[in-house]
Nanobody, 126 residues
Framework: QVQLAQSGGGLVQPGDSLRLSCAAS????????TGWFRQAPGKEREFVAA????????HYADSVKGRFIISRDGAKKTVLLQMNGLNPEDSAIYYC???????????????????WGQGTQVTVSS
């Protein structure tokens, strides 16, 4: 059983930065991964970024590559999402998610992740 607690988010202006945090409690297994997804009003929940706990490989959606950075702190069981160069299209509710036994080919799929955080609102507006 894994519980995820999110923090961060808020209202920022275009071009600003924000950092989201996802703290995990409970036990994890090998080949686990933590990902970030987002959902804007009227849209499907979409993949943003993910990181594998073993090896630390990172994966990004094309829309955020070069602007967002996902990282992990193993000692704190925390995954961070540093979001730079935010624009209004990044506005959404952001969710962190955790899955065990994740294979690379499915790391961008929502169905890969069993545990989900509570979500946090990110609004980018001038």
């Amino acid at each position: 059983q894994v519980q995820l607690a999110q923090s961060g988010g808020g209202l920022v202006q275009p071009g600003d930065s924000l950092r989201l945090s996802c703290a995990a409690s409970g036990s994890t297994t090998s080949n686990s991964a933590t990902g970030w997804f987002r959902q804007a009003p009227g849209k499907e929940r979409e993949f943003v970024a993910a990181i594998r706990w073993s090896g630390g490989s990172t994966h990004y959606a094309d829309s955020v590559k070069g602007r967002f950075i996902i990282s992990r702190d193993g000692a704190k069981k925390t995954v961070l999402l540093q979001m730079n160069g935010l624009n209004p299209e990044d506005s959404a509710i952001y969710y962190c998610a955790h899955g065990d036994g994740v294979i690379l080919s499915s790391i961008r799929s929502k169905s890969t992740y069993y545990y989900w955080g509570q979500g946090t609102q990110v609004t980018v507006s001038s």
